[in-house]
């Protein structure tokens, strides 16, 4: 069994015993870096329309559609956008802006822009206790085709440690991308850890709504307890995650079927 925390070569799938086990379907990177899956789900929405795959904000990916980014951030200047490498992980290099000046000064120079995608800054999530969160669902694909998803119960709701400010407030006081404007904008827990004031660690189990990470039924208790319908926002989770995976199955079944020998 070989349990691979980077992608596989396509040349290593061919060579697969029958009893041979490995973690990864060939170019499953197609779900896991971030330009691949924008362009994955908008060839869907271009196919079946907005109505069922609304659920992706306004994106680009750079530098293919830089031209592209920079006329609609100079026809809204009041829009922000979040930049995120394709292939980075844990907070690593995002910011939010609403300057293509600066997406370009990040980038060095615009004709050797990073790859890396620009998506309109959600600017009004739902908070508990003035903070961001976001939720880590745990998707097990045990088969390419037919195609087999799996869900785990729980997961986890991953917080931010300073109180939320929306970017323009946040701006006049110069602290949208620093350490500490990291702290209120982004949830992940490799940015927020470092937060000594904010950062709170739950260590009872049975005190499970408390702390900068609490598991996904702890959340939907409080969910509950605030008046909004749980099962309802999970409906919509496990659609976004079918329609996710349809986006990229084609694929990673020809992928499949092209290289690996044994089911």
Request: with cysteine; proline share 5%; aromatic share 10%.
């Amino acid at each position: 069994m070989l349990w691979s925390t980077k992608p596989l070569k396509l040349g290593q799938y061919p060579n697969l015993k029958k009893f041979q086990k490995v973690n990864q379907f060939p170019k499953s990177f197609e779900l896991t870096r971030k330009d691949l899956l924008v362009e994955r789900v908008q060839k869907m929405q271009e196919m079946y329309g907005m109505s069922q795959l609304g659920f992706l904000p306004l994106t680009f990916t750079l530098p293919r559609e830089a031209a592209t980014l920079q006329h609609h951030m100079s026809m809204n200047p009041q829009q922000y956008w979040i930049i995120k490498p394709s292939s980075s992980s844990q907070g690593k290099g995002i910011f939010i802006t609403n300057s293509f000046a600066e997406v370009v000064s990040t980038n060095n120079q615009k004709e050797s822009l990073t790859s890396c995608v620009a998506s309109h800054y959600i600017s009004n999530p739902l908070l508990i206790d003035s903070l961001k969160f976001d939720l880590r669902v745990y998707v097990a694909v045990t088969g390419v085709h037919p195609l087999k998803v799996y869900v785990y119960e729980d997961g986890l709701a991953r917080f931010a440690t300073t109180k939320y400010r929306p970017p323009q407030a946040a701006d006049s006081s110069g602290n949208l991308n620093n350490r500490e404007g990291k702290f209120c904008h982004l949830t992940n827990y490799s940015v927020n850890k470092l937060n000594k004031k904010g950062f709170k660690q739950n260590l009872s189990e049975d005190d499970d709504c408390s702390g900068s990470k609490w598991s996904i039924k702890a959340l939907r208790k409080v969910l509950k307890a605030n008046g909004i319908d749980d099962r309802l926002v999970f409906q919509r989770i496990y659609d976004v995650i079918n329609k996710t995976f349809l986006s990229v199955e084609p694929v990673l079944r020809q992928a499949q079927n092209q290289y690996v020998q044994n089911r």
